[in-house]
């Protein structure tokens, strides 16, 4: 029963009773709202770049599937008595193939297309081939076949061929394994010729089971960002290389098979990334692009072209369209407005009940123009305003601030913005990590009174990783949005770019969303978009350090909100630091008795660290239950982490009877730590080497109770994990009634500050001693401890967060001497037993445990528990150690003693 109260007394004790590092404070005004949050607030940002639509999105599988890439049989091998054709049935694609018989038993005709690096096949999955198709004469054949990388046939179909029309024919075939880099075979298999148009092949299951649709998993990771905005169908394709390539959204509507390609500027913008096989079908088209916006909730944002050919590719004006004859283009701004909201009967609106949806769509947004620059660009855009003004002045007009966030193009267009009172400004930032945390603030002093903010396109380029996905890039938006959060009023739309990119044809990085042909990869960045969408809130309050809101005083970012939707508080902090850091935090004006709370938290060691496609949940967010009682309470955002609470507010009396004030967990396990060397955790601890530490298997001898985290690390000292900043990671993480296991000796020993540099003093006692780092190139100047001084300062660190430190003397050496195992009774086993003592903490004489054991057993039997030296220890030999660490703790005076399992 003791054993039992002391477990549920650990439980109960406070989150952070005692702060890591030095607090700092937050005031958060709970019933004063300073600005409402638009719905429309965080979203999407669509561009064809990186095969985003056809190759991604857009679940269209035949690459060239109407023969009218500028190179007709691109994507397409032949075989056989096969020519292209040019009086097709769909005038704006012309192109089909006649497949004639090869006039010998024993040849063959056919076509075979490559798809998009491959055709992504899945086990047991349906695929609906359609083709138009008709014959020359009498009743003709072919044979539809999934061909595998091996140049197996994995899926077979039969279509028959009749009449001399052109006619739509379909079937439906299943793979039989999955395959990332297939092919679709097509055979003539009858003695005539036919002719073959608009090859196509789609899942069966696409998102919402349509058949010129989307494929499934990228759109569901668009819908599970919760997207208030949908901003399509992009930025430099919009403009075009040329404006004869620019995006023309009305060749984009009507029938699939009559939508005219258009050639993708993205395909030799890059020349390291060169594509040439890269266009632009308008499968996806602006019809599609609103019915993406429908499902997801979010509100439609065009972009549309002012007339402007890409600036960046184009020097002259003779490149664009005079302002003089701009009105046709301002008659496609018009015209798309009919077409999205304007009734069946008219002629736009005519169109879009044609494909299917005779009720309008919603359309509050529209931008004309992207990355534009100069007098050229407001000059054009300013007779789209009077006519948008004119005839729909509802619709929100979005301009633009140039390609960058500052400089002198920034600085003329936004007084021409305000002069022709645009009502959103596009500002773009691709930026380092350090601009982005040292940005917090930028729209603090922006004018309250003039057009808002678009942040329409933005995202972290970590130079140093070759502008990777990785968590620094994620951790400085996350911290940069807090300043868009609590700019709200200023601030009304933020979109991320680009969106998505195929791992094996990709032209830009950053991007959001990563695929191959048949997985997808959310990365960190992804997460921080999800919970900003997610926890937006309504309503943005005051949160203030001191009299200033917290935008990187001492590394740290913060902003609240309150959500009338769901009646909650939501607090974000961003902490860029290594260590944790604690914010005392107090809700004004707050006066609930107690709360149910949770804790999102995205959170990595490593900065570098990615999602991969084989990897993908590296980095994600962890939930944690918890409880606030009173208004006042210590959060400790862990070290390099972005942290929300949301705090459940209650229309009924709460109590906080027999409670204590503060924040803690609800129903919490208790975690067990193991901190120290490789012969308690080798390597990444999946014995990859043939090498374990006991510290991967002394969960294997405890109860469910518990969890253990091993955070031991090879090759360190009980100097060097602390130096190295691995302590600070363990200690930032502690929870009261937490326990950590350190066992440090093995690497105590050698040089001091040469070589790897690890040594400790030896001995018990207080004295130090200061060495140069001579071979660092800083020359740094270190003092050195002893052994048992830094175990001491492991366990008050421990003992300070209201955890409970054990000391674990090492494991013995695979050294014999007459028989018996050499023992360390005299050096750093005595040492630790000491330091133990010392500080009045928990000892498991482990050293002699195991030599005991081994005793028993003799040398022999113990030469196959080590593996490769004499040092390291094999599975076998873990797994012996970590049961005999357990035996250990269960005769300690704990509360640990009884989750150990019988």
């Known amino acids: 029963m003791n054993k039992q109260r002391m477990l549920l007394m650990a439980l109960s004790v406070f989150l952070s009773l005692t702060a890591w590092s030095a607090g700092t404070n937050l005031t958060v005004q709970t019933k004063k709202p300073i600005a409402t949050v638009n719905p429309d607030m965080y979203g999407i940002f669509f561009e064809d770049i990186n095969f985003g639509a056809d190759g991604g999105l857009y679940a269209e599988l035949i690459k060239n599937r109407s023969f009218d890439f500028p190179q007709t049989l691109m994507g397409w091998y032949t075989f056989g008595q096969v020519s292209v054709q040019t009086d097709g049935p769909f005038d704006k694609n012309p192109h089909y193939v006649k497949l004639s018989n090869a006039g010998h038993g024993h040849k063959h005709t056919g076509i075979e297309n490559e798809g998009f690096r491959g055709i992504g096949f899945k086990r047991d999955a349906a695929y609906r081939f359609s083709v138009w198709a008709r014959a020359q004469s009498g009743e003709q054949r072919i044979r539809v076949e999934f061909i595998d990388e091996e140049n197996e046939v994995m899926a077979r179909e039969n279509v028959v061929i009749n009449g001399a029309d052109w006619k739509k024919y379909s079937v439906q075939l299943t793979a039989r394994k999955d395959v990332n880099k297939g092919r679709l075979r097509i055979f003539l298999t009858s003695a005539g010729s036919l002719d073959l148009e608009h090859v196509s092949l789609f899942p069966v299951d696409t998102w919402k089971g349509r058949e010129n649709g989307m494929r499934k998993d990228l759109a569901q990771a668009l819908a599970d960002l919760k997207p208030g905005v949908f901003r399509f169908p992009g930025g430099c394709i919009v403009e075009g290389t ?206 309250r009174k003039g057009p808002k903010v678009f942040a329409g396109e933005y995202a972290s380029h970590d130079q140093s990783t070759r502008k990777a996905n990785n968590f620094l890039a994620a951790l400085s938006e996350a911290a940069f949005m807090t300043g868009l959060e609590r700019n709200a009023d200023v601030v009304r739309l933020a979109t991320y770019a680009p969106l998505f990119a195929h791992i094996d044809g990709w032209q830009w990085n950053p991007d959001l969303i990563w695929f191959d042909n048949l997985r997808s990869m959310r990365t960190p960045n992804w997460h921080v978009q999800a919970l900003y969408g997610q926890y937006k809130g309504t309503d943005v309050l005051s949160a203030l350090s001191g009299d200033k809101p917290l935008t990187g005083q001492d590394g740290l970012y913060a902003s609240a909100v309150k959500d009338s939707k769901s009646n909650s508080l939501i607090i974000k902090i961003a902490n860029r630091n290594p260590t944790a850091k604690t914010v005392s935090i107090n809700l004004k004006d707050y006066k609930q008795a107690s709360a149910n709370v949770k804790l999102i938290r995205l959170q990595s060691d490593n900065l570098r660290a990615q999602n991969t496609l084989d990897n993908p949940e590296v980095i994600k967010p962890e939930e944690k239950e918890l409880e606030l009682v009173g208004a006042d309470f210590d959060f400790v955002a862990l070290g390099q982490s972005f942290s929300i609470l949301v705090i459940q507010l209650s229309n009924e009396k709460t109590s906080a009877a027999g409670k204590q004030a503060g924040l803690r967990e609800k129903d919490t396990k208790v975690t067990v730590y193991t901190i120290g060397d490789s012969t308690v955790k080798n390597g990444d601890g999946s014995g990859s080497n043939g090498q374990w530490g006991w510290g991967s298997f002394l969960a294997d001898f405890l109860k469910d109770d518990v969890v253990v985290v091993n955070r031991a690390l090879g090759g360190r000292s009980s100097r060097t994990y602390i130096e190295e900043g691995l302590w600070d990671r363990v200690v930032s993480r502690l929870n009261p009634g937490d326990y950590v296991l350190l066992q440090f000796g093995h690497n105590d020993g050698g040089p001091f500050n040469t070589g790897r540099a690890r040594a400790t003093l030896k001995g018990n006692g207080e004295e130090s001693q200061e060495f140069v780092m001579v071979e660092r190139p800083a020359k740094d100047t270190v003092t050195i401890h002893s052994y048992g001084w830094y175990i001491r300062q492991y366990v008050k660190d421990a003992k300070a967060k209201g955890a409970i430190p054990v000391v674990v003397s090492l494991i013995p050496r695979n050294d014999w001497k007459d028989g018996k195992v050499i023992r360390n009774n005299e050096s750093y086993a005595l040492w630790a037993k000491e330091a133990a003592a010392q500080e009045n903490a928990l000892f498991i004489d482990l050293h002699n445990l195991v030599c005991d054991k081994y005793d028993t057993m003799g040398q022999a039997l113990v030469a196959p528990y080590y593996f490769g030296d004499h040092t390291h220890t094999s599975k076998a030999g873990a797994q012996v150690n970590a049961y005999l660490v357990s035996q250990g703790l269960k005769k300690l005076a704990c509360s640990l003693s009884a989750s150990v399992k019988e």
């Open 242 to 447: 040329d404006l004869e390539t620019r995006y023309d959204w009305k060749k984009s509507v009507g029938p699939v098979e009559n939508r005219p390609l258009n050639e993708n500027r993205w395909h030799y913008t890059f020349p390291h990334r060169f594509f040439p096989d890269y266009f632009q079908s308008y499968g996806l088209g602006f019809f599609e692009f609103f019915q993406l916006c429908e499902d997801f909730g979010a509100e439609a944002l065009p972009v549309l072209s002012v007339g402007l050919a890409c600036q960046f590719q184009n020097d002259g004006t003779e490149c664009h369209v005079p302002v003089g004859e701009i009105d046709s283009y301002v008659q496609d701004a018009l015209d798309l407005v009919e077409f999205a909201t304007g009734p069946a009967t008219s002629k736009w609106g005519k169109v879009r009940a044609d494909m299917g949806h005779p009720a309008p769509f919603s359309l509050k947004y529209l931008a004309i123009g992207n990355e534009q620059w100069g007098s050229l660009y407001p000059e054009r855009l300013e007779p789209f305003v009077k006519a948008l003004r004119a005839k729909y002045p509802s619709i929100q007009i979005v301009g633009s601030s140039g390609p960058s966030a500052s400089g002198d193009r920034f600085d003329y267009l936004w007084p021409e913005m305000k002069r022709l009172k645009v009502d959103l400004v596009d500002e773009h930032y691709y930026m380092a990590p350090d601009w982005f945390f040292n940005n917090a603030a930028r729209y603090d002093t922006y004018d």
